[in-house]
């Protein structure tokens, strides 16, 4: 069994033996492969084009990225800056800002 | 009689006292476990006592090299070619019945002020015998290629265990931080059978799993996708910096959060350090030639370059190296050395894949007076008969003697540990396990074998189990 390499840089336990509590690791890896794996490239071009199709507006589109990813509406300077980099750099970028944050990433 | 009554009482008492005798013993029983900074978990550590080497290379070949047609020089073999095996007679192996005694395929020549005799397969490393400190006993659990190479690399047979890098990375951190703690250097054919196990963390910490990269293939989403412009890039990261900021200023004293930014940084900064000691161009011509990295044999001189990187990964920092010879997918004896129906044309292929490009790695690193803290290990998952299989041109697995050989730091030069009987088929003098060589490789790293462990399902795990000796004759 050769490990996904998505998630093997995720603390995947190895199926081989049993793993009673997963372990919880932070690693460059894992930065690398949520910024730039074809999987995640993949997952936030979804993201935009479900945006996209959801809500009319840019502006609708960013609050209803912030609460699909985040459970939560954008604080004005966040709605500004995402606009912005909406507007500049397309949708995508922005899916792909949100799959990478700590508050999308980490439970607390 | 004893009574079920009494005897659990006795040993109820008896656990008791057990446990009472190892809370009153001496501390440097118990397990030690690194401290571990989450927001710095590659920073470097220092061992249990001063080591004699910072760093390993180690440099596996897939398949099982036979030693008795490489190290381990068996003049009873001439003697006896092409008779039975005295008292092997019905000995079935791996792959069957054995034929008769077979002398070794290449010329063995003594070598150097030790006088070693090594074959003429691998001429160039034969030259650097007075380098090596050569385990002749080395004995391994199976006769089955995946369980014998997760063995060498993690201690044990079965599958989920932590690799030996792991526990080094683990145990020592690294001295470097642009570069990954444990880098893997598969073959350009392809990895061993367990692939990513021989680098796998297992239950430890992902973060010291090794990173698999080679001179030709960089480590996996390292760059920038093309498909995103810089500029998108640059702006993304920035709008993703301010997203953390907000959030750690929501949660102060979360060690994880910091972790996760810190980490970004440093694989912005491992974005830098890989490119650069994985570009080869600044090597001079002399260097480039002795590996044989432009060599018409492409293999040859893609396996060339993963050496050359290795030394260049070891001189930054990078606490082990694990180079590989040899993959497994292409087929028995086809991309490594499991030569069981035609052993002298498969290996006179694969011998000067490996032969050039290890030795210019062995002698570079001594010619940069890297060995003297740099220990090599040079493996494979176990030995090869003495005998050809019946009706075959090839040599049968052989788990009961084989050859590993170390060199560099804290270990003999020109010496000979252990002895395979007259034909090289057992291991008789000073037997070795897998298990002695890892605690030998954790000591000379100043690690103590039986403290560095890793608590995990009701266990403290170790990489040795609990077996293992260090081979204190080997050590200088």
Same mark, same amino acid.
């Given at each position: 069994m050769e490990l996904d390499p998505v998630f093997g840089a995720f603390d995947c336990?190895?199926?081989?033996?049993?793993?009673?509590?997963?372990?919880? !690791?932070?690693?460059?890896?894992?930065?690398? !492969?949520?910024?730039? !794996?074809?999987?995640?490239?993949?997952?936030?071009?979804?993201?935009?084009?479900?945006?996209?199709?959801?809500?009319?507006?840019p502006e609708e589109r960013v609050r209803r990225g912030f609460q699909i990813a985040f459970g939560r509406d954008p604080g004005p300077a966040e709605l500004e800056a995402a606009s912005v980099l909406v507007r500049e750099r397309g949708l995508p970028a922005l899916a792909r800002a949100l799959m990478n944050a700590n508050e999308f990433v980490t439970v607390n | 009689m004893l009574q079920r009554r009494d005897f659990l009482q006795h040993a109820a008492t008896g656990l008791g006292g057990i446990a009472l005798a190892s809370l009153l013993s001496a501390d440097e029983t118990k397990p030690l476990r690194p401290a571990i900074d989450p927001s710095r978990p590659l920073a470097p550590r220092t061992p249990h006592f001063a080591p004699k080497a910072k760093r390993v290379v180690t440099i596996f070949c897939s398949g099982a090299l036979s030693h008795i047609d490489t190290f381990d020089y068996k003049p009873e073999l001439y003697k006896r070619h092409d008779t039975p095996m005295p008292g092997a007679s019905g000995l079935v192996t791996f792959q069957g019945e054995q034929g008769n005694l077979i002398r070794p395929l290449w010329e063995f020549k003594r070598r150097g002020e030790s006088g070693k005799p090594v074959s003429e397969l691998l001429p160039n490393l034969a030259a650097l015998a007075d380098e090596m400190c050569f385990i002749h006993s080395m004995t391994a659990k199976s006769n089955t290629h995946g369980?014998?190479?997760n063995q060498m690399s993690t201690g044990f047979t079965l599958d989920g265990f932590p690799g030996m890098g792991a526990w080094v990375s683990y145990a020592l951190g690294a001295e470097t931080q642009n570069l990954p703690a444990f880098v893997a250097i598969p073959d350009p054919r392809g990895v061993p059978q367990v692939g990513p196990r021989h680098w796998a963390s297992a239950f430890l910490p992902a973060v010291f799993q090794g990173t698999a990269f080679t001179a030709d293939k960089p480590i996996p989403n390292l760059a920038r996708p093309a498909s995103i412009e810089p500029a998108t890039d640059d702006d993304t990261r920035a709008f993703l910096q301010s997203l953390n900021a907000r959030h750690l200023a929501e949660h102060q004293n979360d060690p994880d959060l910091a972790a996760r930014i810190a980490s970004y940084e440093l694989a912005a900064k491992m974005?830098?350090?890989? @490119?650069?000691?994985?570009?080869?161009?600044?090597?001079?011509e002399a260097t480039r030639k002795s590996y044989g990295v432009d060599d018409p044999n492409k293999v040859k001189a893609g396996f060339a370059r993963n050496c050359l990187l290795a030394r260049r990964l070891l001189e930054r920092g990078v606490r082990f190296v694990q180079l590989f010879n040899g993959a497994y997918a292409m087929g028995e004896g086809v991309g490594n050395w499991d030569g069981h129906k035609t052993i002298k044309s498969q290996y006179d292929h694969h011998g000067p894949i490996l032969d050039q490009p290890a030795a210019a790695l062995l002698r570079d690193l001594r010619d940069r007076g890297l060995l003297e803290d740099t220990l090599v290990v040079f493996t494979t998952e176990f030995g090869r008969m003495p005998t050809f299989q019946k009706g075959a041109?090839?040599?049968?697995?052989?788990?009961?003697?084989?050859? @590993?050989?170390?060199?560099?730091?804290? @270990?003999? =030069?020109?010496?000979?540990h252990g002895a395979t009987d007259e034909f090289g088929h057992k291991a008789v003098e000073k037997v070795a396990t897998i298990y002695d060589l890892h605690?030998?490789?954790?000591? /000379? /790293?100043?690690?103590? =074998?039986?403290?560095?462990?890793?608590? =995990?399902?009701?266990?403290e795990r170790r990489l040795t189990d609990v077996h293992g000796h260090v081979i204190r004759d080997i050590l200088s």
């Open positions: 336990p190895d199926a081989g033996q049993v793993a009673p509590r997963r372990n919880v !690791s932070v690693t460059p890896l894992q930065a690398m !492969s949520l910024l730039n !794996s074809p999987f995640m490239l993949q997952q936030a071009a979804l993201f935009a084009a479900r945006l996209e199709r959801e809500v009319p507006t | 369980p014998a190479e974005q830098l350090g890989a @490119v650069e000691a994985s570009d080869l161009r600044g090597e001079s041109s090839g040599r049968d697995h052989n788990p009961k003697g084989f050859t @590993v050989w170390l060199a560099g730091a804290g @270990v003999k =030069h020109g010496y000979s605690a030998t490789m954790l000591h /000379l /790293l100043g690690l103590d =074998h039986e403290r560095l462990s890793y608590y =995990h399902n009701g266990i």
